[in-house]
Protein backbone atom coordinates (compact mmCIF):
# COMPACT_ATOMS: atom_id res chain seq x y z
CA UNK A 1 0.00 0.00 0.00
CA UNK A 2 1.30 3.28 -0.82
CA UNK A 3 2.28 5.70 2.27
CA UNK A 4 -0.73 8.29 0.60
CA UNK A 5 -3.55 5.11 1.43
CA UNK A 6 -1.87 4.53 4.82
CA UNK A 7 -2.26 8.06 6.12
CA UNK A 8 -5.14 8.46 4.64
CA UNK A 9 -6.30 5.68 6.74
CA UNK A 10 -5.39 7.36 9.94
CA UNK A 11 -7.27 10.46 8.36
CA UNK A 12 -6.24 14.34 8.71
CA UNK A 13 -3.85 14.18 12.23
CA UNK A 14 -1.68 11.76 10.28
CA UNK A 15 -0.84 14.44 7.34
CA UNK A 16 -0.60 17.36 10.19
CA UNK A 17 1.66 15.28 12.02
CA UNK A 18 3.54 14.51 8.35
CA UNK A 19 3.88 18.65 7.30
CA UNK A 20 4.92 18.99 10.61
CA UNK A 21 7.78 16.68 10.51
CA UNK A 22 8.77 17.41 7.48
CA UNK A 23 8.82 21.41 8.28
CA UNK A 24 11.08 20.46 11.34
CA UNK A 25 13.07 18.37 9.08
CA UNK A 26 13.48 20.36 6.31
CA UNK A 27 11.05 23.32 5.41
CA UNK A 28 11.28 22.76 1.16
CA UNK A 29 9.77 19.51 2.16
CA UNK A 30 7.43 20.31 4.68
CA UNK A 31 6.21 23.07 2.27
CA UNK A 32 6.03 20.41 -0.86
CA UNK A 33 4.19 18.38 1.29
CA UNK A 34 1.48 21.13 2.66
CA UNK A 35 0.96 22.33 -1.00
CA UNK A 36 0.04 18.64 -1.68
CA UNK A 37 -2.22 17.68 0.59
CA UNK A 38 -4.02 21.01 -0.39
CA UNK A 39 -3.89 20.08 -4.31
CA UNK A 40 -5.08 16.84 -3.79
CA UNK A 41 -8.31 17.79 -1.34
CA UNK A 42 -7.10 16.08 1.59
CA UNK A 43 -7.28 19.11 3.84
CA UNK A 44 -10.89 19.20 2.73
CA UNK A 45 -9.84 23.05 1.32
CA UNK A 46 -9.66 24.24 -1.88
CA UNK A 47 -12.22 24.17 -5.04
CA UNK A 48 -11.35 20.44 -6.11
CA UNK A 49 -14.52 19.07 -6.53
CA UNK A 50 -16.54 22.29 -7.52
CA UNK A 51 -20.30 21.99 -7.08
CA UNK A 52 -20.50 17.74 -6.54
CA UNK A 53 -18.34 17.82 -3.84
CA UNK A 54 -20.56 19.89 -1.94
CA UNK A 55 -23.58 18.16 -3.23
CA UNK A 56 -22.18 14.65 -2.06
CA UNK A 57 -21.63 16.69 0.86
CA UNK A 58 -25.65 17.74 1.73
CA UNK A 59 -26.26 14.19 0.62
CA UNK A 60 -24.25 12.71 3.45
CA UNK A 61 -25.67 15.28 5.42
CA UNK A 62 -29.01 14.38 4.38
CA UNK A 63 -28.61 10.94 5.34
CA UNK A 64 -26.98 11.48 8.32
CA UNK A 65 -30.31 13.34 9.62
CA UNK A 66 -32.92 10.59 8.38
CA UNK A 67 -30.51 8.20 10.12
CA UNK A 68 -31.39 10.64 13.46
CA UNK A 69 -34.99 10.85 12.76
CA UNK A 70 -35.25 6.95 13.06
CA UNK A 71 -33.37 7.05 16.16
CA UNK A 72 -35.33 9.33 17.78
CA UNK A 73 -38.25 7.68 17.13
CA UNK A 74 -39.23 7.96 13.03
CA UNK A 75 -41.50 10.15 11.25
CA UNK A 76 -44.76 9.40 12.16
CA UNK A 77 -47.38 8.72 9.34
CA UNK A 78 -48.47 12.19 8.92
CA UNK A 79 -44.53 13.38 8.23
CA UNK A 80 -44.14 14.96 11.36
CA UNK A 81 -40.46 14.92 12.49
CA UNK A 82 -40.07 13.52 16.27
CA UNK A 83 -42.82 10.78 15.64
CA UNK A 84 -43.81 9.92 19.07
CA UNK A 85 -42.30 13.52 20.79
CA UNK A 86 -42.91 13.08 24.17
CA UNK A 87 -45.21 16.14 25.28
CA UNK A 88 -44.81 19.18 26.75
CA UNK A 89 -47.43 19.00 29.23
CA UNK A 90 -48.60 21.92 27.04
CA UNK A 91 -50.97 20.68 24.48
CA UNK A 92 -51.27 23.93 22.18
CA UNK A 93 -47.34 24.09 22.48
CA UNK A 94 -47.10 20.56 21.20
CA UNK A 95 -49.90 21.42 18.01
CA UNK A 96 -47.84 24.58 17.53
CA UNK A 97 -44.12 22.51 17.63
CA UNK A 98 -45.82 19.77 15.32
CA UNK A 99 -47.09 22.32 12.73
CA UNK A 100 -43.78 24.01 12.63
CA UNK A 101 -41.80 21.17 11.97
CA UNK A 102 -44.11 19.62 9.40
CA UNK A 103 -43.71 23.35 7.55
CA UNK A 104 -40.49 23.22 7.68
CA UNK A 105 -40.28 19.82 6.09
CA UNK A 106 -42.35 20.61 2.96
CA UNK A 107 -40.40 23.45 2.78
CA UNK A 108 -37.08 21.96 2.42
CA UNK A 109 -38.98 18.97 0.08
CA UNK A 110 -39.99 21.89 -1.75
CA UNK A 111 -37.13 23.46 -2.16
CA UNK A 112 -34.80 20.17 -2.91
CA UNK A 113 -37.46 19.58 -5.50
CA UNK A 114 -36.92 23.21 -6.75
CA UNK A 115 -33.32 22.26 -6.69
CA UNK A 116 -33.56 19.28 -8.89
CA UNK A 117 -36.11 21.07 -11.45
CA UNK A 118 -33.07 23.90 -12.03
CA UNK A 119 -29.91 21.32 -12.15
CA UNK A 120 -32.26 19.63 -14.62
CA UNK A 121 -33.26 22.63 -16.85
CA UNK A 122 -28.83 23.41 -16.24
CA UNK A 123 -28.37 20.22 -17.90
CA UNK A 124 -30.99 20.26 -20.57
CA UNK A 125 -29.52 23.58 -21.66
CA UNK A 126 -25.48 22.74 -22.10
CA UNK A 127 -27.35 19.48 -23.89
CA UNK A 128 -28.85 21.58 -26.55
CA UNK A 129 -26.35 24.00 -26.97
CA UNK A 130 -24.21 20.89 -27.25
CA UNK A 131 -26.40 19.12 -30.14
CA UNK A 132 -26.73 23.05 -31.73
CA UNK A 133 -23.42 23.21 -31.88
CA UNK A 134 -23.24 19.78 -33.36
CA UNK A 135 -25.62 20.37 -35.80
CA UNK A 136 -24.09 23.35 -36.97
CA UNK A 137 -20.53 21.94 -37.51
CA UNK A 138 -19.60 21.55 -41.00
CA UNK A 139 -19.87 17.43 -42.33
CA UNK A 140 -16.95 16.38 -43.11
CA UNK A 141 -16.51 14.27 -46.23
CA UNK A 142 -18.15 10.95 -45.93
CA UNK A 143 -16.25 7.98 -46.06
CA UNK A 144 -15.48 6.28 -49.31
CA UNK A 145 -16.28 2.52 -49.49
Known sequence: MAITGKLDE???????ALIVLCF???WPLGLVIL???????????GYHGGHDRWQHKME???????????KMGGADPSGGFWGHAPSSGNRAF???????????????REF?????????AKDKTEF???MA??????ESAPPQN
Not at 10 to 16: L, S
Open 10 to 16: FGNPAWI
Open 112 to 120: REFLDRLRF
Open 60 to 70: RMQRKMDWMRS
Open 35 to 45: AFTIWSGRMGC
Open 133 to 138: ERRNRP
Open 24 to 26: MAW
Open 94 to 108: DEYRSETLKRLEDEQ
Open 128 to 130: DAF
